[in-house]
């Protein structure tokens, strides 16, 4: 008998989950464009309904375009299942709807999307969630924060606006110490640069709109299950742990083991919240995530060439990007991101304010526009438009101080790139 081969990442992010259509021989996934599904008869529909048997019900909670496009994720981060949804912060939100009650504490790290600080900052409170901000330069902040009530950590693999990469594993070991979970979410890095299980991470979350799909033409986000946390341990968390009275009893640990969060996710949150992937946009992201190895090396070694050039420019004061030998961030790029440090990056232009809003407004290649992750080189001044709900204190904290200039470096030719901000800078 043939030895039985794992097929390789560039493999997996074209074939897994998919298979030709048993109804038509189609080779690319189907879009089921339909809200529901018939059942086989009575006894199935219950046995659906009840969790004793896995299949469709109703599209916003499972779809067989979105089931392929939640195997092919997991298979690319190492995980055992996954929940595709209708955004990155609805899937961030599911996740803790699923840790925490009224009055539990999340760790979260001080740099994120700005968009993540709005949402854990302000948004949680109405769940009554309470927000604990951390450091990931002095990890001391972490350990610090740690208390009774402390449902998980979140950090990102490389944190938006960019350029700083995270010490997962060192994060891991203070989760563990305090018997929480890690959450990671790894949009700018992707499953390609870095996979944060296997650096000790519990659950990854990404925001499939940036680099996964690629194209900037959906909206989505998905939740992996790593499989590793033991979600019975001291009765913390009992969404998982105790008898689930919405379905005779389960215990969905007990039952489910190890991809009993994805499925909480599923049947707990999206059931009931009911934030849902469109099929169309399930779709799009199975496209995109067929192309995301070639895409993301030729991002990462466009961002690198742009960051090396901008270091020399006399209008540019000083660059953060984790690809660069001498930043700060380097070694541990090398450790957790060894293919390349990702497409985004900052730098702080002379003239503070008034001068990074000159620059984006001059380009005429780059776009002018909030998100990351697309084919096409984007920009955007943070501290004027997605980071401007925070303080000053808080902008500078975050990464987005005034002087500070985003890039999300496309794959066009880095010449037309460089040429583009040349002219910009001069401006």
């Known amino acids: 008998m043939a030895e039985e081969r794992t097929p390789g990442f560039n493999t997996l992010a074209i074939h897994a989950g998919a298979k030709p259509d048993p109804a038509t021989g189609a080779r690319a996934t189907p879009i089921y464009q339909t809200t529901s599904y018939v059942f086989d008869n009575?006894?199935?529909?219950?046995?659906?309904?009840?969790?004793?048997?896995?299949?469709?019900?109703?599209?916003?909670?499972?779809?067989?375009?979105?089931?392929?496009?939640?195997?092919?994720?997991?298979?690319l981060e190492g995980g055992t299942a996954a929940l595709a949804v209708a955004s990155g912060h609805a899937a961030q939100a599911i996740v803790f709807h699923t840790l925490c009650q009224p009055g539990d504490e999340i760790i979260a790290a001080k740099k994120l999307y700005g968009g993540s600080i709005n949402q854990m900052g302000h948004s949680f409170k109405?769940?009554?969630?309470?927000?604990?901000?951390?450091?990931?330069?002095?990890?001391?902040?972490?350990?610090?924060?740690?208390?009774?009530?402390?449902?998980?950590?979140?950090?990102?693999?490389?944190?938006?606006?960019?350029?700083?990469?995270?010490?997962?594993?060192?994060?891991?070991?203070?989760?563990?110490?305090?018997?929480?979970?890690?959450?990671?979410?790894?949009?700018?890095a992707t499953p390609?640069?870095?996979?944060?299980?296997?650096?000790?991470?519990?659950?990854?979350?990404?925001?499939?709109?940036?680099?996964?799909?690629?194209?900037?033409?959906s909206i989505g986000g998905i939740i992996v299950d790593g499989g590793t946390f033991n979600w019975s341990a001291e009765g913390r968390f009992p969404l998982l742990s105790e008898p689930r009275p919405e379905?005779?009893?389960?215990?969905?640990?007990?039952?489910?083991?190890?991809?009993?969060?994805?499925?909480a996710c599923r049947v707990l949150g999206l059931r009931d919240l009911g934030p849902a992937m469109a099929p169309f946009n399930a779709f799009l992201f199975l496209t995109g995530i067929e192309t995301l190895p070639l895409r993301m090396q030729r991002h990462s070694d466009n961002a690198l060439a742009v960051a090396e050039?901008?270091?020399?420019?006399?209008?540019?004061?000083?660059?953060?990007?984790?690809?660069?030998?001498?930043?700060?961030?380097?070694?541990?790029?090398?450790?957790?991101?060894?293919?390349?440090?990702?497409?985004?990056?900052?730098?702080?232009v002379r003239g503070g304010h008034e001068a990074g809003v000159k620059i984006v407004e001059s380009v005429e290649l780059?776009?002018?526009?909030?998100?990351?992750?697309?084919?096409?080189?984007?920009?955007?001044?943070?501290?004027?438009?997605?980071?401007?709900?925070?303080?000053?204190?808080?902008?500078?904290?975050?990464g987005a101080g005034p002087e500070v200039v985003r890039l999300s470096v496309g794959l066009e030719d880095v010449e037309d790139i460089i040429a583009d901000l040349d002219q910009a800078l001069k401006a």
């Not at 084919?375 to 401007?388: E, G, M, N, Q, Y």
């Open 42 to 75: 009575a006894e199935h529909a219950a046995s659906l309904f009840g969790l004793q048997a896995f299949g469709n019900i109703y599209t916003r909670i499972m779809n067989p375009t979105q089931a392929v496009l939640e195997e092919r994720v997991a298979a």
């Open 126 to 188: 109405s769940f009554g969630w309470n927000v604990v901000w951390a450091d990931t330069d002095d990890l001391s902040t972490f350990e610090a924060a740690v208390s009774p009530r402390t449902k998980a950590i979140f950090i990102e693999s490389i944190a938006n606006p960019g350029g700083i990469v995270t010490d997962i594993a060192a994060i891991s070991e203070i989760a563990k110490k305090a018997g929480v979970p890690l959450i990671v979410d790894n949009t700018l």
């Open 192 to 217: 390609y640069l870095c996979r944060p299980f296997e650096h000790g991470a519990d659950v990854v979350v990404h925001s499939l709109t940036k680099f996964m799909g690629g194209h900037g033409n």
């Open 247 to 263: 379905y005779h009893g389960i215990k969905l640990h007990e039952t489910f083991g190890n991809f009993a969060f994805a499925i």
């Open 309 to 348: 050039w901008l270091t020399q420019h006399d209008e540019v004061t000083w660059v953060s990007y984790a690809g660069l030998p001498g930043d700060r961030y380097h070694n541990l790029a090398k450790r957790y991101s060894p293919k390349g440090a990702g497409a985004v990056l900052t730098f702080g």
């Open 366 to 398: 780059f776009s002018h526009l909030a998100n990351i992750g697309d084919t096409r080189s984007l920009i955007i001044h943070p501290s004027s438009t997605t980071h401007s709900q925070l303080t000053d204190d808080a902008k500078a904290a975050s």
